[in-house]
């Protein structure tokens, strides 16, 4: 599942899907503060920052120092706020700062300017070949007790302890091993995580017991060069409809030129499952950095569909419980 693009070894992956709500050119934009929960964090008596923010911060674990970008629109007043989690895949040393890089390929923190949500770029630990990874179980760490899962949870401990985020509205989504982390979040840390959006990866997890229905969105292209289609689809229906609950059958919600998705409804407590097939797609971010135009050799990028609107039309829908 790796691949050699320009040398060094670099895992690719996508991420994104849609709803009936989701047009091929934006789909439609909708701030973060629309019917936020009355939760509140601690940050949400914290003094504005300067606005727009943009800024890399540390964070001080037992294991050592990590780090993560965070993004905080100019439409943000300090109400419960969204905040979605942008994970990297694996990158070579010679890309610089993976989470930089990912904001390339993703383009998230402009759709978080335009909808008005948190972004934050996590950025993961080095293999001893130097390339950022995740564990995400079956893949993508070399050590596989590092412990991601709970940086993520001290992560957004931190990060919502400076900003008011809103609880029951933060998300996952994934490209490369991130996307193997987006799943992992949702299996082991589904007490924060209200929605995931991993795309054109089976769930590298072999044991997962969420507490509640966690609502997924997946994208797969059927001729991705690295993963069948057959598995990843796999993943998502029967695998995470049946563990939602869902209805057995799915119903089409989007189509758009070589871009369809189907939708297992009917799951437990507002939960929904969505599997968006690209006829003809590569492994790639749909509607973000064409990637073959450097010669990476993972196949098409469709704008049929754009992932940064369509993770974010569906993550509007599936609030935490």
Not at 51 to 80: C, F, K, M, N
Not at 101 to 115: E, G, H, N, P, Y
Not at 179 to 208: H, K, N, Q, W
Not at 275 to 295: F, Q
């Amino acid at each position: 599942m790796r691949k050699r693009w320009g040398g060094p070894l670099l895992l690719l992956w996508i991420v994104g899907c849609s709803d009936n709500s989701v047009t091929a050119d934006g789909g439609n934009d909708a701030t973060s503060n629309d019917a936020p929960s009355e939760a509140a964090t601690t940050g949400c008596g914290a003094a504005l920052p300067t606005l727009p923010l943009d800024e890399q911060r540390q964070l001080l674990l037992d294991a050592g120092a990590r780090s993560y970008w965070i993004h905080v629109p100019a439409s943000y007043t300090g109400s419960p706020t969204a905040l979605v989690l942008d994970f990297h895949g694996d990158t070579p040393q010679q890309y610089g700062d993976p989470a930089l890089f990912q904001r390339t390929i993703s383009k998230l923190v402009a759709k978080s300017d335009a909808a008005g949500f948190i972004v934050v770029e996590p950025v993961g630990l080095a293999n001893p070949d130097g390339t950022a990874s995740w564990n995400g179980g079956s893949c993508c760490a070399t050590n596989k007790t590092r412990d991601d899962v709970g940086f993520v949870r001290a992560m957004v401990d931190a990060i919502s302890g400076s900003l008011c985020v809103d609880p029951k509205r933060v998300y996952a989504a994934g490209y490369s091993s991130g996307a193997f982390m987006a799943y992992r979040l949702a299996c082991e840390a589904s007490d924060r995580i209200a929605a995931v959006s991993p795309v054109s990866v089976a769930s590298g997890v072999t044991t997962c017991n969420p507490s509640w229905p966690v609502s997924v969105v997946d994208v797969a292209g059927t001729e991705d060069p690295f993963m069948a289609y057959a598995t990843i689809s796999g993943t998502t229906s029967p695998g995470w409809a049946a563990r939602d609950h869902c209805a057995d059958a799915s119903t089409q919600t989007f189509q758009n030129g070589d871009s369809t998705c189907d939708t297992w409804a009917g799951c437990g407590q507002n939960g929904e499952v969505t599997l968006c097939t690209v006829d003809g797609g590569g492994h790639t971010w749909p509607g973000g950095l064409v990637l073959d135009d450097a010669g990476a050799g993972v196949g098409h990028t469709t704008l049929d569909i754009i992932a940064d609107d369509a993770l974010w039309d569906f993550f509007q829908k599936h609030p935490m419980p």
